[in-house]
Each structure stands twice: as structure tokens, then as C-alpha cells.
């Protein structure tokens, strides 16, 4: 079993920056594809970034040039790093792992997830 644990959520004012960390528990995550959704009061969780076993990076259009998804896979930590924030980013996220090398960018293909954090950006 998988326990995925985020912590660096907050209140930021609108132009900060925050990083988000992502600890994994339970096995070694390095063949796993490891993302970022997010999602905010009265909306569907949405895709934001995620990097894949060989490193490579996906983003949300909303999330390009903004954010930065990384992995350092001798800690079992992904990190989100948040640039620019806008109050629009203002959600609970949450951290998941998909149990394939292959890179599905939907919340149902996530097999686990963390518990989530909440990022709030005032205006």
C-alpha cells in the first residue's frame, strides 16, 4: 500500500509563490507516474502537472510557464512549485500515483492519492 502525504499549502497574496511537497510511503515510487490535481469548491478535481518515471514533465494549460513539477526519487518526494499565483488557483491539492510508467492525466486513472492541501491566493 501507498500513503502519499502533502504538506506547503497556505494563504498567499496573488503574484506569491509556494511549493508543495509530496513524501510517499509504503514502496519505492520511482516507476510510477506522480502528479498534481487540484480542485476547488463546486468543481471537478482537475489535472495541474505530472512527471513520469523518465522525468519527463506535463502541464495544464492553466499551469505553463507558472509551475514546476519535480521528482527526486531517492526521497520518494515530488514537489510543485507555484510561481505567479492568481486567485483562480485557489483549491485543495492533492497529490496522486498511478501505478504504470504509462501517463494517463486523468483523476480516475490515479490509483492513490494523498489526503490533499489547501492553497488559497487572495486578491
Known amino acids: 500500500q501507498v500513503q502519499l502525504v502533502e504538506s506547503g499549502g497556505g494563504l498567499v497574496q496573488a503574484g506569491g509563490s509556494l511549493r508543495l511537497s509530496c513524501a510517499a510511503s509504503?514502496?519505492?515510487?520511482?516507476?510510477?507516474?506522480m502528479g498534481w490535481f487540484r480542485q476547488a469548491p463546486g468543481k471537478e478535481r482537475e489535472f495541474v502537472a505530472a512527471?513520469?518515471?523518465?522525468?519527463?514533465?506535463y502541464y495544464a494549460d492553466s499551469a505553463k510557464g507558472r509551475f514546476t513539477i519535480s521528482r527526486d526519487n531517492a526521497k520518494n518526494t515530488v514537489y510543485l512549485q507555484m510561481n505567479s499565483l492568481k486567485p483562480e488557483d485557489t483549491a485543495v491539492y492533492y497529490c496522486?500515483?498511478?501505478?504504470?510508467?504509462?501517463?494517463?492525466?486523468?483523476?480516475?486513472?490515479?490509483?492513490?492519492w494523498g489526503q490533499g492541501t489547501q492553497v488559497t491566493v487572495s486578491s
Open positions: 496522486a500515483a498511478r501505478r504504470s510508467p504509462y501517463v494517463v492525466l486523468t483523476a480516475q486513472a490515479q490509483d492513490y
Open positions: 509504503g514502496r519505492t515510487l520511482s516507476s510510477y507516474v
Open positions: 512527471t513520469s518515471w523518465s522525468v519527463n514533465t
